[in-house]
């Protein structure tokens, strides 16, 4: 072996070295599941793992009506809702179907994947938990309306969501069992974030409401000037979220205060913010993608696409991917906005991307789930077209551990020089 011959100073200084070296290696290509809509409960739309910078089809999965539905990944399958009315589970690598649950009308709602459980909302009035292995029901839970684009967040074995009915509901993840509900003052499309015990959600009163996640109890509501049906991102002690007033707005999570909005040209209505690196990245449908500063709001840059932009970004190692009504999905420059490359679909996307193991997941109103990645054995279909311009510089996130490493590597070194130095004998 290497470390033959070599004193132990030595030999946990060289093998630091190489877990070092090797962690620059296999790092960029880690990657975490995209579990649940906008990736987390914070609905932060941060991902990690490599960049798509080509829009190549890997595969295309078809179903009978619109997929709305944003997907979610785990453990290698890819779930998702269409308007067929049915949850589908695919295999992620090949599209394959695996398994398909009917409910009883459209799914507009995202599901969230949690210890083997799959949860979502249907036009029904139902939420339902499927076994995400076979797809067998384990319970379902009736609202009094439909749950129209409302996605779960599962968070401490418990399932939050919003219904047309009105409200917010938290059950037990288990067995569906109601723990709290809170009325708003009309239908709840909005998805709950969840972060330090608090739930955030928007209404179609037009406010932002903080609830407390054990009891239901309100801890404050902010009035916007139309209906809240964009999702919030809270992020280091921030709400962000869109309102159909056509502003994006930061409030405090602690307080509702607000911090600062910004006005785009049409409302914000659909689309849920994305906060990474200081910056906060939505759509609006004045046909526009904008990156704000997270702490004042001012424009960084915006991205002009060819219709309005419902979908919600999903922002990977430097890049920004989100859908357009002009039916495309696009990859842009998250410093600058530059386009990446975009690939069109048969219709609208209103569908936001999900990107695990560098790979893209996005459905469409053309009735189709596209997976987008580096290497493909499958070429894009004659009726798909796609355009792709030449690739801004990316910036490269720096993994932790790597920077970890380098420390400990450094350190260990030194100490293996003292030690010698220490041990020579003077002449």
Same mark, same amino acid.
């Given at each position: 072996m290497v470390f033959l011959g070599m004193d132990k100073f030595h030999a946990v200084a060289v093998a630091v070295c190489i877990i070092f070296l090797s962690s620059l290696v296999l790092i960029p290509f880690a990657s975490a599941d995209w579990v649940m809509f906008h990736s987390d409960p914070t609905h932060s739309g941060a991902g990690t793992g490599s960049s798509v910078l080509t829009p190549t089809l890997l595969w295309k999965y078809s179903t009978k009506y619109f997929v709305e539905s944003s997907p979610a990944i785990a453990n290698g399958v890819l779930y998702f809702g269409s308007d067929d009315g049915n949850v589908y589970a695919l295999n992620a690598a090949n599209g394959d179907k695996l398994w398909n649950y009917t409910t009883g009308t459209e799914i507009a709602s995202s599901p969230a994947v949690v210890n083997g459980v799959v949860y979502i909302g249907s036009e029904d009035d139902n939420v339902y938990a499927l076994n995400a292995a076979n797809g067998a029901k384990i319970w379902s839970y009736a609202t009094g309306d439909e749950i129209g684009y409302s996605s779960p967040v599962v968070v401490n074995g418990v399932v939050y969501i919003g219904s047309w009915d009105d409200n917010v509901y938290a059950l037990n993840a288990a067995n569906g069992a109601l723990i709290w509900s809170y009325t708003t003052g009309d239908q709840v499309s909005s998805s709950p974030a969840v972060v330090n015990n608090v739930v955030y959600i928007g209404s179609d009163d037009g406010n932002v409401y903080s609830l407390n996640a054990a009891n239901g109890a309100l801890i404050w509501s902010y009035t916007t000037g139309d209906e809240v049906e964009s999702s919030p991102a809270v992020v280091d002690g921030v709400v962000y979220v869109g309102s159909f007033d056509g502003n994006v707005y930061a409030l405090n999570a602690a307080n509702?205060?607000?911090?600062?909005?910004?006005?785009? +040209?049409?409302?914000?209505? /659909?689309?849920?913010?994305?906060?990474?690196?200081?910056?906060?990245?939505v759509g609006s449908t004045d046909d526009n993608v904008y990156a704000l500063n997270a702490a004042n709001g001012a424009k960084i840059w915006s991205y002009t696409t060819g219709d309005e932009v419902e979908s919600s970004p999903a922002v990977v190692n430097g890049v920004v991917y989100i859908g357009s009504n002009d039916w495309n999905i696009y990859a842009l420059n998250a410093v600058n906005g530059a386009k990446i490359?975009?690939?069109?679909?048969?219709?609208?996307?209103?569908?936001?991307?999900?990107?695990?193991? +560098?790979?893209? /997941?996005?459905?469409?109103?053309?009735g189709k789930v596209y997976a987008f990645g580096a290497l493909s054995t499958t070429s894009p279909s004659s009726s798909s077209t796609s355009t792709a311009s030449p690739s801004p510089t990316i910036p490269e996130t720096t993994p932790l551990f790597a920077i970890a490493s380098l420390i400990v590597a450094t350190s260990l070194i030194a100490i293996v020089i003292k030690k010698k130095t220490q041990n020579v004998k003077p002449t």
């Open positions: 509702g205060a607000e911090i600062w909005n910004y006005t785009t +040209g049409n409302d914000v209505g /659909y689309s849920s913010p994305a906060v990474v690196n200081n910056v906060v990245y490359w975009s690939y069109t679909t048969g219709n609208w996307v209103v569908s936001s991307p999900a990107v695990v193991n +560098g790979v893209v /997941y996005v459905g469409s109103d053309d």
